[in-house]
């Protein structure tokens, strides 16, 4: 039904999938930061850390050949990243999913535990 | 995805890294998103509804149960459809990139602790809370026995 090559030159490499999963992990931080921004979580300092982790290396990596970047090659090195940062987690899926089926097989059979709180709001 | 436009039109941009941005690889793309999104779906959907209808919450409903298992057979059935699953499941370096994304997950997320841990001990320390007067915790009490106890 499916057939999908990742066959994308230079990008391949063990390394380049570790910085993949560190711009991936930093750009969902950040949106997840500004998203649920609350000055009593201090998100400044964890905020510009992840931006820097996120960009750095896609900037690198934009700038490789000729010195020089650009909001298209920005926007296509973004997509890039998300999209196999978001595949390699898909290709985790079947892995998890066992694990979750396993998780709602318990659930299933599960009966109610007596719940503490309440006993201990009686006494 | 919008579709790219050609070589002659004003707004065309060659994309230098990305395989399936120019050639036939986007039909493959959009349909491993597409399947994705289906077995993602059916999953969650399926996990939602098995939880409903287990006896965590409320009695065993067992119409809820079945059709919440349903849709998790569902997510099965689209996932061994799908052969991307199985090219990458026999191929030794994408098992070795599945590997290392953890790594690399793991090790940002080390990273990031300390630097929370960072921003922790720089910030100044709020002064200790005052505990609960007697009204205050007769609330909470309530506010919990209404929630969790009999709701009478």
Redesign the interface.
Known sequence: MLNFDFSIAGIGSLGAMMLIAMVFICYCFAIHLIVTWNPYHRPAIPLVSSLILCTGPMLAMSMEKDGATSLAEMLEIIFLFTSLGGGVIVLWMPIILAFVTFQMLIVSRKSPTEDPLIEMLEN | MPEQPLYFESDY?R???????NDD?RE??L??VT??LI??ST?LI??YT??R????YAERNLPV?AI??FF?GL??WS?A?????V???TRL??L???V??????A???Y??FQ??R???N??PKDPPIEPLNDNERRLV?EM??RN??DGS
């Open positions: 941009h994309c230098e890294f990305i395989s399936f941005c690889g493959s793309y349909k491993v399947w994705s077995s993602i999953a399926g996990c098995i939880i209808g287990s006896r965590i149960l919440g298992w998790l997510s099965w996932i459809q799908s052969q991307w699953f090219d990458a499941y370096d994408v070795a990139w599945m290392c994304f953890i790594f690399g997950i090790g940002t997320v990273i990031l630097i929370i960072f921003t922790e720089v910030s009490t919990i026995r969790l106890g």
